[in-house]
């Protein structure tokens, strides 16, 4: 089972309102990745991090922020919540495998459902 | 349109059956991984072929990768209610410098 935490598992917010997921590994590992999923959709990349203090944009433009301040720790902010917010946001991470760009398993939180009124 | 692309979006079978969800991508990729997703949870890693194997197996979970035409399957033999999820399939593509999710099969499966 992978050790790979996000809280909390549920949030009902109103507009307006900044709120921060939290995501935390416990596996050592470098890369780290925030998705957004709507009910039964695809996977979009919205942030990901190589390491500390490193932090790119995803494919899907996003209102929301990343931190890498430790390894262990990859928080993501919203400033000011709108109902567009509304998604399951997942956090994951990787260890590089071999040389190169190649990617090896990402290990998946247990996601965060936001609902923004 | 996206790297990874899946069908059937929807199978439903019974209990002791197989199941066949197929994956095709469009670019070359170092590695495909599939991944299951229960109902609003998180998704977990079942197996990665790298692109120079073509055949991999996991307990009930075989796995084939054809390059030529850029396209993967993933089969489960004698299926369980247990089963039901959704599927996704996963590329790694140098050209992308990410890991690339299809859209997923939602797998039904009747005791």
């Known amino acids: 089972e992978a050790d790979i935490y996000q809280t909390p598992r549920y949030l009902v917010i109103g507009t307006g309102k900044k709120i921060t997921l939290e995501c935390s590994q416990t596996m050592g590992h470098d890369k780290m990745y925030w998705y957004q999923q709507d009910p039964g959709m695809e996977l979009h990349l919205i942030h990901y991090s190589y390491g500390v203090n490193s932090t790119e944009k995803g494919d899907l433009s996003s209102e929301s922020t990343v931190s890498r301040i430790r390894t262990e720790h990859f928080p993501l902010t919203l400033e000011s919540a709108r109902p567009s917010h509304t998604s399951q946001y997942l956090c994951?991470?990787?260890?590089?495998?071999?040389?190169?760009?190649?990617?090896?398993?990402?290990?998946f939180g247990p996601g965060t459902r936001l609902t923004v009124l | 349109s996206q790297q990874g692309e899946e069908d059937p979006q929807a199978l439903s079978i019974q209990e002791g059956e197989n199941a066949t969800m197929n994956c095709s991508y469009k670019?070359?990729?170092?590695?495909l991984q599939w991944y299951r997703q229960n109902s609003g949870r998180g998704l977990v890693h079942l197996i990665l072929?790298?692109?120079?194997?073509r055949e991999k197996h996991s307990g009930r979970l075989r796995v084939t990768l054809d390059t030529s035409k850029k396209s993967s399957s993933l089969l489960i033999t004698a299926s369980r209610a247990a089963d039901t999820a959704s599927y996704f399939c996963?590329?790694?593509?140098?050209?992308?410098?990410?890991?690339?999710f299809g859209q997923g099969t939602i797998l039904t499966v009747h005791p």
């Open positions: 072929i790298r692109s120079n194997e």
């Open positions: 670019t070359s990729i170092n590695n």
């Open positions: 996963a590329t790694d593509s140098a050209s992308y410098g990410k890991l690339t």
């Open positions: 994951a991470s990787s260890e590089r495998v071999g040389r190169g760009a190649s990617f090896g398993t990402q290990y």
